[in-house]
């Protein structure tokens, strides 16, 4: 590939280029056990504990389908609208990374559980674009490496590399997308907005944790160009393992811009995987993308097939939940909410966060106060998706049930939540550690009273001679003596009634 200095404008690139997308996504499923084997499906832990010799590979070791993976799969598919295969089966794909101890991967290659099916995607500004579900396929996590001694914790420049099996054998759903074709300037936004509707749909059946950040939800975006009225794809990149949505618009962006400028020098684009940068929204070389012939697919012997029978896919179609846009449009009318109130809820990713929240006991317009403002603050100062926020609806509708009993103030609410996220427990239990309850003992109260009137005789005269407003000064001098932690209201009566106003 001809190296390029410079990136094309994106202006130009779409004018003189059609954008031609292919996303692949990775979930890992919330099952209690990995795909093959009895360990436990947990994020975390000492490296190399939750392993055993089926997920190590180990000689004689054979594998067992984890059924409720089996049940997951086919749900997502009937939720994206999928035929569900009558007849299914295991691939092994083979190929050399050390952190899959097999040395292949136990898949689904050309008999996936579920295909052909679409999603429907929102856009920013209302419109509606049918994304093609190409298909929906199980199969096992890999494990991690660690690389040491590097400036970029990549395996360039390391001194050396650590593994750790403990994701290897995590039951995955990979969902690929038909190319998404026709969408010129608005790709970037379309990709964003297809990971976001995926990942609420996953969130409201249940199947998965969805966490970009612990990456439990990957994105994998193919990205190639196609010179404006030509018929064929261009060759695509690949971009591995984007962990947010805003870094899903990034790449596809950069990528594009990228990809015009090699075009236009001359050059011509490798098929390649690479690998986003999130400190600089920048792209680099991975490896030359291997075909499906490189992986040298071959069914699995030691597993049986899937043969889900009529009766089970229909039961399993009822259990889907309200889906996600169509439980937007009733709480629309619920709440009485404007498009634009509701196309705030949803461009902040408020709005099922914000329904969750009342469904806990939370009134609509507290549950929304919460999240479109205080939260989504905490969240931009995180630089994290508001749903990746370490705080659960449930949580937030006890905080602000909280207020409602008396026993915080919005103030110490605030405290509360930033204890939350913070990691130091349940609402009740940060209220208890950090001590944040209202003081609402009327003695310790008229005690600081008496104290800031006497500190503030001229204050306590305006307020005996009618000026009742200057009791202001004196509840803000009781409420920085109790830190916050007096109810201004009850301390304004007190105040009143002890100079005899």
């Known amino acids: 590939m001809t190296a390029v200095a410079d990136l094309m404008d994106y202006a130009e690139v779409v ?31 000492e490296p190399n504990t939750h392993v055993c010799p089926t997920c190590l590979g180990l000689p004689g070791a054979l594998p067992v ?3 409720k993976a089996v049940e997951s799969a086919i749900r997502i598919g009937l939720a994206l609208n999928c035929e569900i295969a009558e007849w299914c089966r295991f691939a092994r794909k083979n190929y050399f990374y050390p952190d899959m101890p097999k040395n292949f991967q136990t898949s689904q290659y050309d008999e996936p559980i579920a295909f052909d099916g679409y999603l429907d995607v929102v856009l920013d500004d209302g419109e509606v674009v049918r994304v093609g579900i190409e298909r929906a396929h199980m199969e096992e996590d890999t494990g991690k490496s660690l690389h040491v001694g590097g400036a970029t914790g990549r395996i360039h420049g390391a001194e050396h590399s650590l593994l750790d099996y403990n994701r290897a054998g995590v039951p995955l759903i990979e969902i690929v997308t038909k190319p998404i074709v026709g969408m010129g300037e608005r790709a970037p936004e379309v990709a964003r907005a297809y990971v976001t509707a995926l990942r609420d749909l996953l969130r409201a059946m249940d199947v998965s944790d969805v966490r970009m950040d612990q990456g439990s939800l990957r994105c994998d975006a193919n990205v190639s160009l196609m010179p404006k009225g030509a018929t064929e794809f261009g060759t695509r990149t690949e971009t591995k393992n984007v962990n947010s949505l805003r870094s899903v618009e990034r790449a596809v962006r950069y990528e594009m811009t990228r990809q015009a400028a090699v075009l236009a020098s001359g050059g011509s684009v490798t098929q390649e995987t690479r690998h986003f940068q999130e400190a600089d929204g920048t792209t680099s070389a991975g490896r030359v993308k291997e075909t499906a012939e490189d992986y040298r697919y071959f069914p699995e012997p030691d597993l049986v097939p899937i043969a889900p029978s009529r009766e089970w896919v229909e039961e399993l179609r009822k259990t889907l939940p309200e889906l996600p846009w169509e439980r937007r449009k009733r709480i629309k009318e619920e709440w009485n909410l404007t498009d634009e109130e509701l196309r705030d809820l949803i461009n902040t990713g408020a709005a099922d966060l914000v329904a969750a929240t009342v469904e806990a ?3 609509p317009n507290e549950a929304r106060s919460w999240w479109v403002q205080y939260l989504t603050q905490q969240a931009n100062v995180r630089e994290v998706e508001l749903a990746d ?5 449930v949580q937030v509708a006890r905080v602000i049930e909280l207020v409602n009993s008396g026993e915080l103030t919005n103030k110490l609410a605030r405290e509360v939540v930033q204890g939350v996220l913070a990691g ?48 202001g000064a004196i509840v803000g001098a009781v409420m920085k003596a109790t830190k916050g932690q007096a109810d201004a209201k009850r301390v304004r009566e007190l105040v009143l009634e002890r100079v005899g106003a």
Request: proline letters at 7%; glycine letters at 12%; hydrophobic letters at 40%.
């Open 389 to 393: 926020l370490p705080i659960t609806p």
């Open 65 to 67: 389908v984890n059924g």
């Open 424 to 471: 130091e427990g349940e609402p009740d239990e940060v209220v208890d550690k950090r001590g944040l309850k209202v003081v609402s003992d009327d003695s310790a109260l008229i005690a600081a009273v008496d104290e800031a009137l006497a500190a503030q005789p001229d204050v306590a005269d305006k307020i005996r001679g009618g000026k009742v407003q200057a009791a």
């Open 15 to 45: 004018e003189s280029y059609d954008p031609v997308l292919g996303l692949e996504v990775h979930v890992e499923l919330n099952t209690k056990t990995k795909m093959f084997c009895g360990c436990p499906n947990r994020f975390g832990g």
């Open 361 to 363: 006991g939370a009134k």
